[in-house]
């Protein structure tokens, strides 16, 4: 006897004979199978055959017969799945999507040496500046060193957290490293080499807030009245008293300074940020520049590498035979005929902002002066300084220079 229940499941009574000759009366159900085909299914009890059948019933109704086709042991397997996914707040849909994407970037990515060359070469293309790729690439070098064999899609959020924290840096540099990092997975996961989230789930570190380095007006009086060198004096005021960074006073020419208008232009393409902005002249700086200013020429005579600014050491032959050298040699022998033991990272720009900052009291005028914003002025660029020493540092002039240097010997004998 057949019975259809639909126009996909039969039912049938049947006898089946068993080993010994004996024959057994079963019921067989028939259910399509998902591309074509049926699946056969055989039940001793006619209760637990309309059981079954009640249930494909239900499935092929609710998902068709691709349904009708999952084995017992997929079921139990998809079950298992689902209940350890539910745990975490997701869906056996959700996991299967982020492994098929996982598996798409594995297939296309590419090795790590390979991401840091493109993205390279994409930040050139963008016009980012010299000081920035160079940077870039020696930090992103290493990350590559680090991972000589591994495609992109293969590193881990725990392998980059890994490599950060072997790093041995401070904070800040390794916040810097972190961000680069970012950078490039960013970059990587708009062409599916990866997953953008894998480089930005890693963990910033906390910089401990540190008192930035800043000369005392003393002892800027004392090195600009040893400077003897144009360049060098210009280098000097500039940087203290315009607060501009090293590599903009590399790239300033006399043509940027506007003496008459009282502004030094810092042009787009010679800003690390890559923003123009007018600094204003002060007053004691445009009497530092008014007998050494020219009317066309860089400012610097020869090539300022700002890694040079520290000097390794504080020989040369600056006023002893006439010879100019380099930059550096002249630069190390003036801070040692000054009388400063050291020339800490940024302290003629540590040294402007704190001062300036100091004499308005408008940490958004200071910030914009100095091209950047009021958090990272806070954050890097001041330390707390006087009323009364502000005033001091602004008024060294070529007239006052000597007298406050003068001050300063006394105060220290």
Known sequence: MITTISSKITKKKTKVKRPGGKKVIYWRVITPKAGGGRKRRFFADETDADTYIEQQSVQLANFGTAALSISEKLRVEAISCEERLRANGATLTQSTDFYLAHLEATIKSVSVTDAVAAVLKAKEGAG????????????????????????????????????????????????????????????????????????????????????????????????????????????????????????????????????????????????????????????????????????????????????????????????????????????????KAAGLTKWPVNVMRHSFVSYRLAETQDAGKTALESGHDQAILFAHYRELVKPQAAKLYWSISPSLAENIESIGKAKAA
Request: hydrophobic fraction near 40%.
């Open 128 to 335: 980012m500046s010299d000081l920035y790729l160079r940077d870039l690439k020696w930090r992103l070098g290493r990350l590559s060193q680090a991972f000589p064999d591994k495609r992109l899609a293969e590193i881990s959020t725990d392998d980059i957290q890994g490599f950060l924290d072997g790093l041995g840096v401070g904070a800040v540099t390794r916040n810097t490293f972190r961000r680069d990092i970012r950078t490039l997975w960013g970059y990587a996961a708009k062409r599916n080499w990866a997953r953008k989230e894998v480089a930005a789930n890693t963990e910033a570190a906390k910089p401990t807030q540190k008192k930035p380095d800043i000369f005392t007006p003393h002892q800027v009086a004392a090195l600009l009245s040893t400077d003897q060198d144009d360049d060098l004096l210009a280098f000097h005021t500039i940087g203290l008293f315009a607060g501009l960074r090293v590599s903009e006073i590399n790239r300033l020419s006399w043509d940027d300074v506007d003496l008459t208008g009282g502004f030094i232009h810092v042009s787009a393409a010679n800003s690390k940020t890559r923003t123009r902005r007018l600094v204003p002249i002060q007053a004691n700086l445009k009497a530092w520049l008014e007998p050494i200013a020219k009317t066309k020429g860089q400012i610097i005579n020869g090539t300022v590498n700002p890694k040079t600014v520290r000097p390794r050491s504080a020989g040369g032959t600056f006023g002893k035979t006439g010879e100019p050298g380099t930059f550096r040699r002249r630069h190390a022998a003036v801070i």
